[in-house]
């Protein structure tokens, strides 16, 4: 048994082999058969009333700088398919593609369709007659996966909880990417297709959204 005189009310102390334990608004100490606890000192000062104005602060975090280039898919593109997307194994340069008559699984729960700072980024799958990849939609395409113009049409839609990703097959044009030595494949424009009655031939894409 260790034993302990008892101290003045506001004393200062210094415990020379010992535990201690935060149990509510307690703190429990244990005593090894050797400890020294030794009186006198000034008294500690409690972490709320910690007064840290006279004290030197080092910023030890770094201002987020990015390092990417934004995503241009306004020039020639490659034609591929969900397949070969999906064996697609990168590139030195940002490399444009364009897949036709696709179907985007778009997700409808709030913490899927926002980053932690408040941007449209989604990621889904891709699927066409060739098998799925799975890609990253960036925020100024996103609204037209949903069928909508702009991005407080989607949030009004999923606000009254009827916001649904378009069912039509759609034109699409992405960049792939490398990023940190993974690939990246990125779907930043949405090309519509409007299709004419039988006797009549399919009209041109429609460009309803660009790159952010």
């Known amino acids: 048994m260790t034993r302990c005189?008892?101290?003045?009310?506001?004393?200062?102390?210094?415990c020379v082999g010992s535990t201690a334990t935060r149990d509510g608004s307690e703190v429990k100490m244990n005593l090894w058969p050797a400890a020294h606890v030794l009186r006198g000192g000034d008294r500690a000062q409690s972490l709320t009333g910690l007064d840290a104005s006279?004290?030197?602060m080092e910023l030890l975090t770094a201002t987020l700088v990015p390092t990417q280039?934004?995503?241009?898919v306004n020039k020639a593109a490659h034609p591929s398919c969900a397949a070969a997307l999906a064996e697609a194994v990168g590139c030195t340069e940002d490399k444009v593609f364009q897949l036709n008559r696709v179907f985007l699984d778009g997700p409808t729960r709030e913490e899927a369709?926002?980053?932690?700072?408040?941007?449209?980024?989604?990621?889904c799958r891709l699927r066409d007659r060739t098998g799925g990849?799975?890609?990253?939609?960036?925020?100024?395409?996103v609204p037209a996966l949903y069928g909508c113009t702009t991005e407080a049409e989607l949030k009004d839609k999923l606000q009254k909880g009827v916001l649904e990703p378009e069912k039509a097959p759609v034109n699409v044009r992405g960049v792939l990417r490398i990023e940190g030595g993974t690939v990246k494949k990125y779907i930043?424009?949405?090309?519509?297709?409007?299709?004419?009655p039988p006797c009549g031939r399919p009209s041109a894409s429609l460009k309803?959204?660009?790159t952010s």
């Open 113 to 123: 369709l926002f980053t932690q700072d408040g941007r449209l980024f989604v990621q």
């Open 208 to 210: 309803l959204s660009a």
């Open 133 to 141: 990849v799975d890609v990253d939609v960036v925020s100024a395409a």
């Open 5 to 14: 005189t008892a101290s003045q009310a506001g004393e200062g102390i210094t």
């Open 188 to 196: 930043a424009l949405y090309l519509a297709i409007f299709l004419r």
């Open 69 to 72: 280039t934004s995503i241009d």
């Open 54 to 56: 006279t004290l030197e």
